[in-house]
């Protein structure tokens, strides 16, 4: 078979199954209150965990652009 029609099938097959999945996920019910009182709890430190993440990476991405500008000397 021919790749360049075998490979943009399958990646639509996977979006399409990855859709039905997401779905699937959202119909089921969210659980009993204390569950869904963990889950904001792990909603809450994934978020405060990203935005540490994401201040520390502008910090090193803004340095390493200096040094390497400076190096490369434009």
């Not at 990855?18 to 969210?30: G, M, R, S, T, V």
């Not at 910090?59 to 190096?71: E, G, K, L, Q, Y």
């Amino acid at each position: 078979m021919n790749m360049t029609i075998f490979v943009p099938i399958v990646g639509a097959l996977g979006v399409l199954y990855a859709l039905y999945l997401f779905y699937y996920i959202k119909k089921q019910p969210a659980g009993n209150q204390t569950m869904q009182d963990i889950a904001e709890l792990i909603q809450k430190g994934a978020s405060a965990f990203l935005k540490r993440e994401y201040s520390t990476l502008v910090i090193f991405i803004v340095t390493m652009f200096v040094i390497i500008w400076a190096v490369i000397g434009v």
